[in-house]
């Protein structure tokens, strides 16, 4: 071995002035000291010389000479010690060098020049091997492999396998023996360094079929490469691209012994998109990419395999898709929809299969076309494509319409004068004028056209006539939210939304106090009991918003105002044409910002802000026959939390806020550890709002133990929660509590 | 500036139900006088005097079913009408009778009118839906023998026949019908190999009512959308869309084109009654009277054509006449 290196720097050291150290270095060489271990010796041994004859030793390709002694020598069994010494040297050989000159080091010795050196040193010796055994002679890989595997859990599998693979690829593409060859390498990796090698072949092979030619049945014979591609891959880790899943599954696929591997994956897959607590408790992320390996596994089954487990696919399909429908994500929902539909038109060829409906989107498109296994590369000329659609031109162009003008009659209608048909105009039912009438069409009528125009008129109605909606208006609003839509009118939800939310802003308190009210009562669809908060919610906008109120309180207030006094109106009004003429007709030249000046008036929101949230606050815990908050009704409990944040936000500058707040984080408190992480999204928006919303003296006064609980769960979720949206709400909210510090800090001084 | 259209010449009131369906008969000479049939959803077929604009007899014949079709076989002493109660009456009204003569049982519980042709002196071809969903049957009159029954093909999904027309080129000829189906189509039927000729795809939804003129090969269609289709036959017996007319509102009930072919009618279920030119199509007048879906137009059969008139019943129980493009 050592005679290896010698000859492989003796050669160069003639030519090089500094010739003396050398020499020395390599007389140490010889005295048994080895060249390696200069390395680890003291600085003074001139590493610089030393490195220099080591550049020199990786630039003549001397390394795969060193790796084919060890190769031969372990054929006849060398010694474990200093095998596993050279190999700790070789693979580490930039880390050492770069150690010892602090840094300085030649570019070669650089990681990312280093080991594709390697690989190309390794392909070398492979040859070697190759060539030896077609001669007959008999010799050990393992040393190679040791190298390979070693490279790959430092975590240079990029660097080394883009050497390798594609040489591989080419070498086995043909030839049995260097196919052999390359299983061999593989499976003589040892276990502990199996995982980062598979993963590296796995990620860079450039398709299934060439996978398979590089590892062979390495996942039959080697139990740590099955653990790693059937379990690992698969169920424990989601980082890795489609065409990696493609490449994994497709190599399972393609001999009949890992066939079997394949059909158990499907089923170990299948185990887990159809637990429920799976699909609670895992990111979207990872039940997306259990849901593609599912798509693409059902793409390579055959019809006798499906056949064979056709009862077991039926049946977790169907647990599947009732938990994936029981989410609150719609993409979760989709995510189900979408493979319980691919995996019943596998089972059932021929009888009726799933059907949902969803948005077609991309994603769902991509995931659909998982199903469609991937034909074996073949990239044609594009000009096909390009023919079809030239030819679609020319026949969509070819039908040419009908020339009117060409009709051989010569006759035409002049003799006939027409009358005049401008009134000719669509047709409308007269709607309702009065609030009354409105709720005897709703309650009782059977035209349908006039309830059409009743519901069209509801809004603008009640907004003009606040006063006689004011006298009818829990009747109003309790016709309103059992209304159900008789006729397909365009947009009915939306005009029976905003007929409630005026109704509500109209006469806030009474009809909020029957909205929350009915919230918690019995014999309520979801549906209506999440209209009920969407209804709370856009009101609470409204009432808090300063602008739209400022419209409105305009219009009413003018109005007595042309009744009494006629006169000063007229001045006002020529007061004001002569403004917008002067207006129109200067050219100002500012450079501040515009003077818009921001309507101003009393928060609406300020006297009833607690009329809307704390009957809503109040019952949630407390189940009823038909609906069970805390239960499996979390969906509405979802939107009731989502609702209380919305309706804390708005309540920032009012009175109620500090109850409010404090109420909420107790409501907070009581249900952060809840299952779904709709639910728990919501109840960090909650706290967000909350911090937004109270005053920061008020906050720290009279809620520190809350927030210090809640910093603490804070902190929890941040490190814990599996979802991604809370972790960043939670962060979020961290980074509020954090500035409420600061503010404090500076606000003493 | 275009002038305003036309009020009603004159109302006729007293029906006492929505009028689903008129027929002149104005051909006879004097001393006769001029009269109008109506029938209405009580049931009742009235026949108004158009001198006096009062009721001269109202006939009971369909068991207070709303009767939804009328025409005469001949002169105005025999009549046909057909109502709700399954059954086509034909009433013997001479000197002064209100008898029933005969009556065919259809069976058909659809809204389907019947349509007349007559094919000798004293021989009529009667059109009709049967009692098969799909069916058209073609009776001949008055002996009702039935002539054929008009299957579509096994799978056509054609739904009910909404409206028939029996026509043919002149005297002599082949009888064909035209009809229009819930799904919109019109077809083509030969009566003699009872073969569907040809199969046009007008509306999207049912055709509600359609009129054809032999002379130019062309007919048109309504259905409760917003347009008018016109479709034209040619020489191989085919029928193909020749224009289509947008309306302002959806719906319309019945069309009818004028004997000479100048102008057709439509009524609405917007109220309103629509005149067209019917060589281009050309929009004459929009008749604005009714309070509610119009659901009948018909032309006289007056001699002079300065006499002629239109007449259109509606659902808020009024039938209104009215002169419009007599001169021409």
């Known amino acids: 071995m050592y005679q290896a290196i010698t000859t492989g720097t003796t050669v160069q050291t003639t030519e090089h002035d500094n010739l003396e150290k050398k020499l020395e270095i390599l007389r140490a060489v010889k005295r048994g000291g080895g060249l390696f271990q200069l390395l680890s010796s003291s600085p003074s041994f001139y590493p610089r010389e030393v490195v220099e004859v080591l550049e020199q030793f990786l630039q003549e390709g001397r390394i795969s000479a060193l790796m084919w002694e060890v190769c031969q020598q372990q054929a006849q069994a060398g010694s474990p010690e200093v095998q596993e010494a050279l190999l700790n040297k070789v693979v580490c050989l930039p880390d050492h060098v770069s150690n010892e000159l602090q840094g300085k080091n030649p570019p070669v010795f650089f990681p990312q020049n280093y080991f594709p050196l390697l690989g190309g040193a390794i392909i070398q010796v492979l040859q070697k091997i190759s060539d030896s055994l077609r001669g007959g002679l008999d010799c050990s890989i393992s040393f190679v492999s040791h190298v390979l595997g070693k490279v790959c859990v430092h975590g240079r599998q990029k660097e080394i396998l883009s050497v390798l693979v594609p040489r591989l690829t080419d070498l086995t593409k043909s030839d049995c023996i260097w196919q052999r060859i390359c299983w061999r390498l593989v499976e003589c990796v040892p276990d502990r360094w199996m995982e980062a090698v598979v993963l590296g072949f796995v990620q860079r092979a450039p398709g299934a079929d060439t996978l398979s030619r590089l590892l062979g049945n390495l996942v039959v014979k080697n139990k740590k490469a099955q653990f790693v591609v059937t379990q690992k891959v698969l169920l424990l880790q989601y980082c890795h691209t489609t065409p990696v899943l493609q490449n994994l599954l497709g190599y399972l696929s393609l001999d009949s012994l890992r066939r079997a591997l394949l059909i158990k994956v499907l089923q170990e897959l299948l185990e887990t998109w159809g637990s ?19 798509l693409i596994c059902l793409s390579h089954l055959k019809e006798p395999e499906i056949e064979s487990c056709r009862q ?43 059907k949902f409906q969803y948005e077609e989107d991309d994603e769902a498109r991509e995931l659909k076309s998982l199903l469609v296994p991937t034909p074996p590369l073949c990239i044609g000329p594009s000009l096909p494509d390009d023919e079809l659609e030239s030819n679609k031109k020319s026949h969509t162009a070819a039908p040419v319409m009908p020339d009117e003008e060409s009709d051989a009659e010569l006759d035409s209608d002049d003799d006939l004068i027409p009358y005049d048909m401008s009134e000719d105009k669509e047709l409308k039912t007269k709607a309702p004028v009065y609030i009354r009438e409105c709720i005897e069409v709703l309650t009782g009528s059977e035209d349908v056209d006039k309830w059409e125009a009743t519901v069209k008129a509801l809004e603008t109605l009640v907004r003009k006539n606040p006063a006689a909606t004011r ?25 029976r939304q905003r007929a409630q939310v005026a109704v509500l802003t109209t006469d806030p308190i009474p009809v909020a106090k029957y909205l929350t009210s009915q919230f918690y009562s019995l014999n309520y669809s979801l549906r209506q009991r999440m209209d ?79 009329h809307f949230f704390f009957p809503l606050i109040q019952h949630f815990d407390r189940p009823l026959t038909t609906f069970d908050l805390l239960g499996e009704d979390y969906f509405v409990l979802g939107r009731l939390v989502h609702t209380l944040a919305i309706l804390m936000y708005l309540a920032v500058n009012t009175v109620a806020v500090t109850a409010m707040g404090k109420a909420l984080l107790e409501f907070v408190w009581a249900l952060r550890f809840h299952t779904d992480s709709y639910v728990r999204q919501g109840l960090l928006s909650c706290i967000s709002s909350t911090l937004l919303s109270v005053p920061t003296e008020r906050l720290l006064e009279d ?28 962060l979020q909210n961290l980074l509020l509590l954090e500035n409420l510090k600061k503010k404090l800090k500076t606000v003493p001084s | 500036m275009a002038l305003p259209p036309p009020d009603p010449q004159f109302v006729l009131r007293g029906a006492s139900a929505a009028v689903h369906t008129l027929h002149f008969s104005c051909g006879s000479q004097e001393p006769d006088v001029p009269i109008l049939f109506s029938g209405s959803e009580n049931g009742f077929v009235h026949v108004w005097n158009l001198k006096t604009h009062r009721v001269d007899t109202a006939l009971d014949g369909h068991g207070r079913k709303s009767v939804y079709c009328v025409e005469t076989m001949g002169g105005k002493d025999r009549l046909l009408s057909q109502g709700r109660d399954q059954r086509i009456c034909l009433w013997d009204l001479a000197e002064g009778r209100t008898s029933v003569a005969d009556s065919v049982f259809t069976e058909n519980v659809g809204f389907c009118r019947c349509s007349l ?25 008055p002996s009702k023998t039935s002539v054929c029954t008009l299957k579509p093909e096994v ?14 080129l002149n005297c002599g000829s082949q009888p064909l019908l035209l009809a229009g189906y819930e799904d919109g189509s019109v077809v083509l039927w030969n009566l003699s190999m009872g073969k569907a000729l040809s199969q046009l795809v007008c509306h999207q939804e049912p055709v509600m009512s359609l009129d054809f003129d032999s002379e130019k090969a062309k007919g048109i269609s309504g259905s409760s959308e917003k347009v008018l289709s016109i479709w034209s036959l040619n020489e191989q017996q085919n029928l193909q869309v020749y224009k289509t007319h947008k309306l302002v509102n959806a719906g319309i009930s019945d069309i009818t084109i004028r004997p000479d072919k100048k102008i057709l009618a439509t009524a609405g279920w917007d109220h309103r009654i629509r005149i067209f030119g019917w060589k281009k199509l050309k929009p004459l007048a929009v008749l604005d009277y009714h309070t509610a879906t119009v659901h009948c137009v018909s032309f006289s059969d007056h001699k002079n054509p300065s006499e002629r008139l239109l007449a259109a019943g509606s659902k808020d129980h009024r039938i209104s006449i009215w002169s419009i493009y007599t001169q021409t």
């Open chain 1, 276 to 294: 429920s607590s799976a699909v609670k408790h895992s990111p979207p992320e990872q039940q997306q990419y259990i849901s593609k390996a599912i």
């Open chain 1, 703 to 730: 809620m520190t133990e809350e927030l210090l609980e809640t910093q603490s769960w804070l902190g929890d979720v941040v490190e814990k929660d599996p979802d991604g949206d809370c972790r960043r709400l939670a």
């Open chain 2, 155 to 168: 799978g056509a999904k054609l739904g009910m026949p909404m409206c028939l027309k029996l026509w043919q």
């Open chain 1, 312 to 354: 077991e696919l039926l049946t977790s399909m169907m647990e599947g898709v009732k938990c994936h429908l029981d989410s609150n994500l719609p993409q979760i929902r989709r995510l189900g929809m979408i493979v319980a539909e691919s995996i019943s038109s596998k089972i059932n060829t021929d009888g009726p299969v799933l």
């Open chain 1, 471 to 495: 006298e009818v208006s829990v009747e109003l609003a309790k016709i309103l939210l059992h209304l159900e839509e008789k006729t397909c009118i365009e947009g009915f939800v939306e005009l």
């Open chain 2, 117 to 141: 042709l007559k094919v000798a002196q004293g021989r009529w071809l009667m059109a009709m839906a049967a009692k098969a969903l799909e069916e058209v049957q073609v009776l001949e009159l």
């Open chain 1, 532 to 610: 009920i908060l969407d209804v709370l919610v856009l009101a609470a906008q409204e009432l808090s918003y300063p602008k739209s109120r400022g419209k409105t309180k305009h219009s009413g207030a003018q109005k007595p105002c042309i009744q009494l006094l006629p006169g000063s109106d007229s001045s006002k009004d020529w007061r004001r044409i002569v403004d917008e003429r002067i207006k129109s007709k200067t050219r100002r030249f500012a450079t501040g910002q515009s003077q818009v000046e921001l309507a101003s008036g009393p928060n609406e929101f300020n006297s009833i802000a607690g």
